[in-house]
């Protein structure tokens, strides 16, 4: 449970102030429905005795309907109220949440938040967030409030009524309640979690297929993908099922602990009536009371049942990397080298692979130099580019970056000297400018003006706004080859001593590729670049080439 305890510590801080107004008013709540039904019984019992005595008209009704008006009314305002503050509250902490878990992922590899960018990925955190109000909702604030009503009332009891009332309303609910929604939460735990794991797999699958019908179509795959969702659904029905069932069996429980606890007061209160020692109408206080305090049970058996769902969300939510960063740079050894860039005895396998894809790769770039990195397709060179940007480590030898080990390079730092530009880069939406920002937030329009015609993407923007111009989620609006331009842009602005590029200009023509090759080169003079590509508009535009064939070790 120490993941659940986490969470509900970064939500209460989120919100302290309307946490614990919301807490107060949920008491609140429970207090005046338990003394609602108390003085109702009381009154109803009294004005009996009092007509049955001959002495209804010298019996006070108007200050105990007062009472019970006042706090009808009451519990409707603090029930609003609670809703109102608790929801908002619990809100704005989600909010915050989401605040804390994108920080949170600022402290993982490079290499893990890739697998983290997919469309899997990102809706598994979305739905754990989502999950996770829950925690407060449903869990915390009943928890406590539950547990403040049974002491508030037990002491209520123990004077207005009977210590042995209060002690056999107190040794009915607190032992059987519990024991019924621990068995509620035992039995729940799995088949909540895998009723989750079964929905986000679901939706992954009819996203797939939406987006993919027209292959699925034409390749004739469309009745197997049918038939996985319809098994997926049917384990995920499966899952909801369980739990509907464990979910009435644990109200029926509940209920039939309220039935027992009630007839248990209702029999204790007539021996001491009976016996003199109480009064009917006080003994009317505790049964009422006792039936009351079914609402402070009843609804907790729905967080409880969620438990499960809940704690795998918040174990999700507050993962550690499971990659250590990159650790501080230490020494005295800071001076640049006579290169920015300088590989020895490199070698390089894919990630969770053994066999090396390159071997024994040894070479520098130095400042204003340009290396192109040529190999055939599937020879290493997305590979090799991520080990030369610390994304990835090698399996042999190893790189100095400004005369520096590259382990030895904080991550904040690293990304200030050395920038990687993918084949796969992501632009987000709102505007060009927007995008352009990521790379330097001080930008203006003029500057960004300058960086478009930089990378040749100043033309076929101008009638669209320019770096105004509108863009969608994920860069929607641009060509493919816009969207490389804009992604290099963007790495531009950040004018790095060692800038890597795979494939930077593909899906454009010749021309337009070397003239953005001759701008980056006059934009950043005195930068290493390498560059990996097999076309010969780049090639022929790099100061030297190394070839990656060279390198594949013979199997």
């Known amino acids: 449970m120490r993941p659940l305890l986490g969470i509900l510590r970064l939500l209460w801080r989120a919100e302290p102030r309307a946490m614990r107004r919301g807490a107060a008013l949920s008491v609140l709540v429970m207090l005046m429905g338990v003394a609602l039904l108390a003085l109702s019984g009381w009154f109803i019992t009294a004005t009996g005795l009092a007509g049955l005595a001959g002495l209804g008209i010298a019996f006070d009704i108007f200050r105990p309907s007062a009472g019970v008006r006042a706090l009808s009314l009451g519990r409707a305002a603090a ?118 794991e079964a929905m986000q797999r679901l939706r992954r699958q009819s996203i797939g297929l939406f987006r993919g019908r027209r292959e699925a179509v034409l390749q004739g795959t469309l009745p197997a993908l049918r038939a996985t969702i319809d098994a997926t659904e049917a384990e995920a029905r499966s899952a909801l099922d369980r739990l509907d069932r464990l979910d009435s069996g644990a109200g029926m429980a509940l209920a039939c602990v309220v039935a027992l606890v009630v007839a248990a007061v209702l029999a204790v209160s007539g021996v001491l009536v009976d016996a003199g020692l109480l009064l009917p109408a006080p003994a009317a206080i505790g049964v009422f009371a006792a039936l009351a305090l079914a609402e402070t049970l009843l609804p907790l058996r729905r967080g409880i049942a969620e438990i499960g769902r809940m704690r795998d969300a918040a174990t999700r939510v507050l993962a550690e990397p499971t990659v250590p960063a990159m650790a501080r740079a230490a020494g005295t050894d800071t001076a640049e080298a006579a290169a920015p860039l300088v590989a020895a ?145 963007r790495a531009l602005l950040r004018r790095p001593a060692v800038l890597l590029l795979d494939e930077p200009t593909e ?49």
């Open 345 to 489: 005895g490199l070698s390089v396998a894919r990630p969770g692979r053994r066999l090396p894809l390159l071997r024994d790769l040894s070479f520098e770039v130095a400042a204003g130099e340009t290396l192109a990195l040529r190999g055939p397709s599937g020879s290493g060179k997305s590979t090799l580019l991520d080990v030369l940007a610390g994304i990835s480590p090698g399996t042999a030898g190893g790189v100095r970056l400004l005369g520096r080990p590259l382990e030895r390079w904080e991550e904040g730092a690293l990304r200030d000297v050395l920038t990687l530009v993918p084949q796969r880069a992501a632009l987000i939406g709102g505007s060009v400018l927007d995008n352009l920002r990521l790379g330097d937030p001080d930008l203006d329009e003029v500057a960004a003006e300058r960086i478009l015609r930089v990378v040749a993407l100043d033309t076929a923007l101008a009638g669209r706004g320019g770096p105004l111009t509108p863009l969608g989620e994920g860069g929607q609006g641009l060509s493919g080859g816009q969207a490389r331009r804009l992604v290099l842009a």
């Open 79 to 196: 029930r609003y109220g609670e809703r109102l503050t608790t929801h908002d509250a619990t809100l704005r902490a989600l909010a915050q949440l989401r605040v804390t878990l994108l920080a949170r992922l600022e402290r993982f590899p490079l290499a893990e938040l890739r697998r983290m960018r997919g469309a899997t990925a990102l809706t598994r955190i979305t739905a754990d967030v989502d999950a996770l109000d829950g925690v407060l909702l449903r869990l915390a604030l009943p928890v406590v409030a539950a547990v403040i009503t049974h002491a508030v009332a037990f002491a209520g009891l123990w004077l207005l009524s009977s210590p042995v009332i209060a002690i056999s309303v107190a040794a009915g609910y607190l032992p059987g309640g519990a024991l019924v929604l621990w068995r509620v939460g035992r039995s729940t735990f799995g088949p909540s979690s895998r009723a989750e």
């Open 507 to 555: 899906g454009l023509d010749a021309e337009t590729s070397v003239q953005v090759l001759e701008n980056m080169r006059n934009f950043l003079p005195s930068t290493a670049i390498v560059t990996a590509s097999h076309r010969a508009a780049e090639l022929a535009s790099t100061d030297r080439v190394l070839r990656l064939e060279d390198h594949i070790p013979e199997n």
